[in-house]
C-alpha cells in the first residue's frame, strides 16, 4: 500500500523554536509538495520539489524553508515559530507530468502544529 | 489568475442527495478532481473527470462538467453519514501543480 507519512500528527511547539515537520513517500515520485491548511483559506502551497535539491516558492513561502537531500523525503522548516503559523500542514507528492495521466496527488495524513 | 471557489458549507439528510459546486479559472485544465478529507486525516483522490467530457459517474458520484461556464459539480446520490467530510475541487492549469478550491463542508444528519 503506497503512502505519504508525515513523522507527527500533532506538535506544539514555542513562539521563536526551529521547527522540522518531515515527509516521507514511498512510491518514487519526483514532485513534493507542502500545503498548510486553515478553515474558510482551503489549501495553499508553501513550497514543492520537483526533484532531489531543487525547490520552488509556492503561494505562502514567507517564513518557511524546504529541504529535501533524498528522493523520497521532503522536509518544511520553521525558522522561528509564530503564532500565526498555527494550522494544519498537508504533504503531498505525485509522479512527474503525472497530471496528464489522471492520478494526481497523494497526501499524508497531516500535521497540526500549535504555535504558542 | 488562478482561484477555484467553493461554497463553504453544505448540509444535507441522510438518503437524500447532495451536490457541491465549483468554478475555476482556467480552461486549460487537463482533468479535474475531487478531494475528500475525512475529520483528522489528510485528502483522499475521490473522482476526476477530463476536461472533453461533460459528465463522468462512479457508483453513487456523479461528475458535471460544464467547460463554457468553468463551472464543475459532485453529486453524491443516497448520501450517508459516511459522506461528512470536507470536499475540495482542484484544476491543474499546468500539467505538475494542482490549485484547490476552499473546501466545502459536508454534514449529513439523520
Known amino acids: 500500500d503506497v503512502k505519504v507519512t508525515q513523522s507527527s500528527r500533532y506538535l506544539v511547539k514555542r513562539t521563536g523554536e526551529k521547527v522540522f515537520l518531515e515527509c516521507v513517500q514511498d512510491?518514487?515520485?519526483?514532485?513534493m509538495f507542502w500545503y498548510r491548511q486553515d478553515p474558510g483559506l482551503g489549501l495553499r502551497l508553501i513550497y514543492f520539489?520537483?526533484?532531489?535539491?531543487?525547490?520552488e516558492k509556492g503561494d505562502i513561502p514567507e517564513g518557511y524553508s524546504v529541504s529535501r537531500e533524498k528522493k523520497e523525503r521532503f522536509s518544511l522548516i520553521l525558522e522561528s515559530a509564530s503564532t500565526n503559523q498555527t494550522s494544519m500542514y498537508l504533504c503531498?507528492?505525485?509522479?512527474?507530468?503525472?497530471?496528464?495521466?489522471?492520478?494526481?496527488?497523494?497526501f499524508g495524513s497531516g500535521t497540526r502544529l500549535t504555535v504558542v | 489568475g488562478e482561484d477555484v471557489e467553493q461554497s463553504l458549507f453544505l448540509s444535507v439528510r441522510e438518503g437524500d442527495s447532495s451536490v457541491i459546486n465549483c468554478t475555476y479559472t482556467?480552461?486549460?485544465?487537463?482533468?479535474l478532481y475531487w478531494y475528500k478529507q475525512e475529520p483528522g486525516a489528510g485528502l483522499q483522490l475521490l473522482t476526476y473527470?477530463?476536461?472533453?467530457?461533460d459528465m463522468k459517474q462512479d457508483q453513487r458520484l456523479t461528475v458535471l462538467l460544464n467547460k463554457k461556464d468553468k463551472h464543475l459539480s459532485l453529486r453524491i446520490a443516497d448520501t450517508q453519514t459516511g459522506d461528512s467530510a470536507i470536499y475540495f475541487c482542484?484544476?491543474?492549469?499546468?500539467?505538475?501543480?494542482?490549485?484547490f478550491g476552499t473546501g466545502t463542508r459536508l454534514q449529513v444528519f439523520p
Open positions: 503531498a507528492s505525485s509522479l512527474m507530468r503525472q497530471l496528464k495521466n489522471n492520478y494526481g496527488y497523494t
Open positions: 482556467d480552461s486549460s485544465s487537463t482533468y
Open positions: 520539489s520537483y526533484d532531489v535539491k531543487m525547490k
Open positions: 482542484a484544476e491543474s492549469p499546468r500539467s505538475d501543480k494542482l490549485i
Open positions: 473527470i477530463f476536461s472533453n467530457m
Open positions: 512510491m518514487d515520485h519526483e514532485n
